[in-house]
């Protein structure tokens, strides 16, 4: 008989595929081992008791048996279930884009536990949040600290001058901020307006708590939303799904009034 290698872990769980007949592979973020993958066998039946504690978002204990290809879910322990993220599609989607972020961004087995940590902390904000988009901007500026690509938005990423209270320009591809001289014809910088660049120092350098008691315009809302999302998909060199997802729930909502 040989002997299992047997390991216990917290988890969330940040994507789920079908797998085989009855199984799930799912893709996990732990405080300790970062991103993992492992199969949840025979959750896909109705008489699981493992399914519920393996649903997507949830905050899990899990005990896992090293597999010779892939590591196999033995046990499976709800810590926080974060329900509301599976039941309001809207939340749902912004929890999937935030999963998918970190899908993207981090790379299998490299320790993060401030990552971790955010994450959580998301899926809990995503359960409470009125204002979502907010929410999601503070995340991405705190992750992408986290990550060794924060933006640069106090002086200019060229010239290094401080930033002058006027209409600037952010690039991508310099990571940060340049001032009204060195932006002007600036291949890929597109104008940022001042009032954006200020709730982005804001939610950069705050707490979250602070930072959800703004209100911003729905215009602001957008050009946040636009630069964060040109300076994401460029360092990824992808677009995202939950991205278009968001887009098309958005038209729905608008078209059904
Ligand atoms: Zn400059």
């Known amino acids: 008989m040989h002997r299992e290698r047997l390991y216990r872990t917290e988890a969330i769980i940040l994507k789920r595929s079908d797998f085989g007949e009855a199984d799930r592979l799912l893709t996990l973020y732990t405080p300790k081992l970062g991103k993992i993958r492992a199969i949840a066998k025979g959750v896909r039946k109705p008489t699981s008791r493992k399914s519920g504690h393996?649903?997507?978002?949830?905050?899990?204990?899990?005990?896992?048996?090293?597999?010779?290809?892939?590591?196999?879910?033995?046990?499976?322990?709800?810590?926080?279930?974060?329900?509301?993220?599976?039941?309001?599609?809207?939340r749902t989607t912004y929890a999937y884009?935030?999963?998918?972020?970190?899908?993207?961004?981090?790379?299998?087995?490299?320790?993060?536990?401030?990552?971790?940590?955010?994450?959580?902390?998301?899926?809990?904000w995503l359960s409470e949040a009125s204002d979502l988009d907010l929410t999601t901007r503070f995340f991405e500026l705190h992750l992408l600290s986290l990550l060794g690509y924060r933006p640069q938005l106090f002086q200019c990423v060229a010239?290094?001058?401080?930033?002058?209270?006027?209409?600037?320009?952010?690039?991508?591809?310099?990571?940060?901020?340049?001032?009204a001289n060195c932006g002007e014809n600036h291949r890929g910088a597109k104008e940022i307006t001042l009032t954006a660049l200020k709730v982005l120092r804001f939610l950069q350098t705050r707490d979250y708590d602070t930072c959800c008691r703004l209100h911003l315009s729905p215009p602001l809302h957008r050009e946040l939303e636009k630069v964060m999302y040109d300076y994401i998909t460029y360092i990824l060199e992808r677009s995202l799904k939950s991205v278009k997802f968001l887009n098309t729930l958005r038209r729905q909502r608008i078209g059904s009034g």
């Open 54 to 90: 393996v649903e997507l978002f949830t905050h899990s204990q899990l005990l896992i048996a090293k597999g010779r290809n892939l590591d196999i879910v033995t046990q499976a322990e709800t810590i926080h279930a974060f329900r509301l993220l599976r039941e309001d599609l809207l």
């Open 97 to 124: 884009y935030a999963a998918e972020l970190i899908d993207l961004f981090v790379e299998e087995g490299i320790e993060n536990r401030p990552l971790f940590n955010l994450l959580l902390a998301m899926l809990g």
């Open 159 to 179: 010239c290094r001058r401080q930033i002058e209270p006027a209409t600037n320009f952010f690039s991508p591809a310099d990571g940060g901020i340049l001032c």
